[in-house]
Structures are given as structure tokens and as C-alpha cells.
């Protein structure tokens, strides 16, 4: 799987957007993009994916750039409740396990 | 739908002592995945099984380690002698491949282990 690069942590006013980038500069064509999520003391936690469609669902909006070098993860209107560590992970087809770097801790802040 | 079931939440023994971690997937989910989280290693995985079948199993620490499903509906993580080493916070997660050939995988709320 390639590998990713995430900011170490991020700021956000409750209420804004939160935009949050991940780079993954080597995946390959068939690899998806993967974004989970772990509240403090909670099991990680889907949100989205995508090949090279931008894609939304209710949680969130991942947008991939048309050359798939980098993507951002984006929370329309963060609450408190999105303060977490953001996890970006590149998946191939056919590869079941899931490998976690350190991620993006986002700070709602109120 | 009551999610991923882990039990116990919270453990703590004594170095030597056996110890097992639960782990009830969603129904209806073929693979079964047990992840280890700890502050300098973050998390990583351990071993999966698909359909029942322990598929890779090289995150495995040591022969301390070994893991089980007996059946779709149960999994368990044991570890034997228990070393403080190994507190940290065990995660399992169940999925069923999307029609894309990956995974989206759902996480249970982690068992706690401490080992003194």
C-alpha cells in the first residue's frame, strides 16, 4: 500500500469547515483512498473512500485530485464532537488488512 | 444492527497469567480482524481470518499470542503468560468486501488490558 502523509494536528472553529489533507504521492491506479476516524477512547471509525470521484456521504466530502497524488478530507460544519485523530489510508483491492500511520489530530475548537 | 462486541472493556492481571479478550463481528461479516494500539507502536494489526480461516497472522508478537473462531460468530485473543508488555488496548473489527474488492471495516470498542 503507499504511503500517506498527514499534518500532525489541526485547528477548527466549531461550526467551520474542516479541510483536511493527506498525500499520498505514490499510490498506485488501483488504490482506493481511505479516511477513518477515532474519537479519544473509541474504536477507529469509517467515514469515506474513493477512487478518483470526488465522493460525499453524510458524514463528510473527500476530494481527490485529478492526477490521485493527494486528496482532502472535508467536514462541511465541525462540531465538537469531530475532534479526533484523522486517519488518510491508501487500499488495494484484495488487501483486507488496514495499516494505520499517525494521522491528523483535529482540535474543534468552541 | 448492535455493532462489533468486545468483552471484557476492561482487564487487568497479573504478569503470568492468562489472558482472553472476546470478540462477537456483525452478523453477516466474513472477516475478523484483531488491531493492538499503544502510544509507540500506534495501532497495528495482529492477525485476520477470513470465513473462519486465520489468514495472516504475522503481526502475531510471539507464541504467547494465539487466536481463535471457532465459528462466524466468535473470536478469541489469548494471550499466555502475560507480560507487562503487553497493556494496550486490542481492538477487533469485522467487514464484508465492497463490490471494489476492498474492505470497509467496522471497529468494536477496544478491551483495555493492563498487565502489572
Known amino acids: 500500500d503507499a504511503k500517506t502523509t498527514q499534518p500532525t494536528s489541526m485547528d477548527c472553529a466549531e461550526g467551520r469547515a474542516a479541510n483536511l489533507p493527506c498525500n499520498h504521492s505514490?499510490?498506485?491506479?488501483?488504490?482506493?483512498v481511505y479516511w477513518y476516524r477515532q474519537i479519544h477512547s473509541q474504536g477507529p471509525q469509517y467515514i469515506i473512500h474513493g477512487l478518483k470521484n470526488n465522493e460525499t456521504n453524510e458524514m463528510a466530502s473527500l476530494i481527490i485530485t485529478e492526477d490521485r497524488k493527494s486528496s482532502t478530507l472535508i467536514l462541511p460544519h465541525a462540531t465538537l464532537r469531530d475532534t479526533a485523530v484523522y486517519y488518510c489510508?491508501?487500499?488495494?483491492?484484495?488487501?483486507?488488512?488496514?495499516?494505520f500511520g499517525s494521522g491528523t489530530r483535529l482540535q474543534v475548537q468552541p | 444492527d448492535a455493532g462489533v462486541i468486545q468483552s471484557p472493556r476492561h482487564e487487568v492481571t497479573e504478569m503470568g497469567q492468562e489472558v482472553t479478550l472476546r470478540c462477537k463481528p456483525i452478523s453477516g461479516h466474513n472477516s475478523l480482524f484483531w488491531y493492538r494500539q499503544t502510544m509507540m507502536r500506534g495501532l497495528e494489526l495482529l492477525i485476520y481470518?477470513?470465513?473462519?480461516?486465520?489468514?495472516?497472522d504475522s503481526g502475531m508478537p510471539e507464541d504467547r499470542f494465539s487466536a481463535k473462531m471457532p465459528n462466524a460468530s466468535f473470536s478469541t485473543l489469548k494471550i499466555q503468560p502475560s507480560e507487562p508488555r503487553d497493556s494496550a488496548v486490542y481492538f477487533c473489527a469485522s467487514s464484508q468486501p465492497t463490490p471494489s474488492g476492498t474492505d470497509t471495516q467496522y471497529f468494536g470498542p477496544g478491551t483495555r488490558l493492563t498487565v502489572l
Open positions: 505514490t499510490i498506485s491506479g488501483n488504490e482506493y
Open positions: 481470518f477470513n470465513n473462519n480461516v486465520p489468514i495472516d
Open positions: 489510508i491508501a487500499v488495494k483491492p484484495g488487501r483486507r488488512a488496514l495499516t
